[in-house]
């Protein structure tokens, strides 16, 4: 899942395509550091509480400062089952 970093969204440079160097990458005006904190909550709840009830999620960029998954995954237990309904 592709994000941006605090700075960059404050700055509005978004760098370049991960894939197209050529491409370029708008941030919108109204899009926020929170915002996208709060994309990546709702998306693991989901995965979590929805998705993954006998799924083992490994996020192979937990390492990176910048990884937004990384304080989820890393809070997860390899093997935990959520109980929540």
């Not at 592709?2 to 050529?22: L, P």
């Not at 550091?33 to 996020?59: C, M």
């Amino acid at each position: 899942m592709d994000g941006w970093t605090e700075e960059q969204i404050r700055t509005r440079s978004a760098g370049t395509h991960a894939f197209q160097d050529k491409k370029p990458l708008n941030i919108s005006s109204n899009y926020t550091y929170d915002f996208q904190r709060r994309e990546t909550v709702v998306f693991w709840d989901y995965l979590l509480n929805i998705i993954g009830k006998d799924v083992e999620y490994i996020n192979l960029g937990e390492i990176y400062e910048n990884n937004m998954s990384a304080d989820i995954t890393k809070n997860t237990q390899k093997g935990e089952k959520n109980e929540q309904n």
